[in-house]
């Protein structure tokens, strides 16, 4: 169990990250705040670029999917499988050559792909052995309903945007929530996100990019 010492505005508190499975009305009004900071900080840029990131990656996997006559939900999850350490560039490179082989009745061990072999595998699995993501993978179902239906009624709540939240550089190994605390961010934030006009996948663009920049930024400044 790895506790983290999480700032925010003149208030320092504890969190133990993998044990978060509530989370406080206190811890949710801090939250509260560090995403309005995070929004605020957004470049004009990062906000444009924020708006059309889930409709650009809805766009690249009915390309390939049509590409391939696959359903645009199955490209999603290659997709979603194929991201872990990935590039996003190389990450649509890499789903559309695995489904160009699964097509071709490759398997995984005759391409090369940007990420790990348990991904590829998995990649694999999802196209020919019926595997499906769940809700069992939060961040990876929300990332995939996301991308595949543009829908608003999930979130991907991702170590950046974990970052975001509690306002702290949180090592990735250690970066994991309890159903219920994933649930209050998810709906926190598209709350939040429809108060703007905005749907919560575009809300949490924006924040993945302000968040990303800032935290770079602080590194860089140490």
């Not at 309005?36 to 004009?44: G, I, R, W």
């Not at 699995?125 to 991308?147: P, Q």
């Not at 829908?151 to 991702?158: E, G, K, R, S, Y």
Request: glycine residues 4%; contains cysteine; positive net charge.
């Amino acid at each position: 169990m790895k506790t983290i010492q999480v700032v925010s505005g003149q208030i320092n508190y504890t969190l133990k990250i993998n044990n978060m499975k509530k989370l406080t009305v206190t811890a949710i009004k801090k939250i509260n705040k560090n995403l309005d900071y995070f929004f605020n900080s957004a470049t004009d840029q990062q906000i444009k670029k924020g708006l059309t990131w889930y409709k650009n990656a809805n766009k690249e996997a009915n390309i390939i999917a049509k590409k391939y006559n696959l359903d645009v939900y199955k490209v999603s999850q290659v997709i979603s499988a194929l991201s872990p350490r990935n590039k996003w560039v190389q990450n649509i490179k890499d789903a559309d050559k695995v489904c160009q082989a699964y097509k071709l009745g490759l398997q995984p061990e005759d391409i090369k792909v940007c990420t790990f072999h348990i991904n590829k595998f998995k990649a694999f699995n999802i196209l020919g052995n019926g595997l499906n993501i769940t809700d069992k993978s939060l961040k990876t179902y929300n990332f995939v309903n996301n991308i595949a239906n543009l829908d608003d009624n999930f979130l991907t709540v991702d170590i950046w945007h974990l970052r975001a939240c509690f306002f702290n550089d949180i090592n990735i190994s250690s970066a994991s929530i309890g159903r219920v605390a994933y649930e209050q961010i998810k709906k926190l934030t598209i709350k939040k996100a429809n108060k703007l006009g905005l749907k919560g996948f575009e809300f949490q663009a924006i924040i993945w990019l302000s968040a990303q920049t800032i935290f770079t930024n602080q590194r860089k400044n140490k």
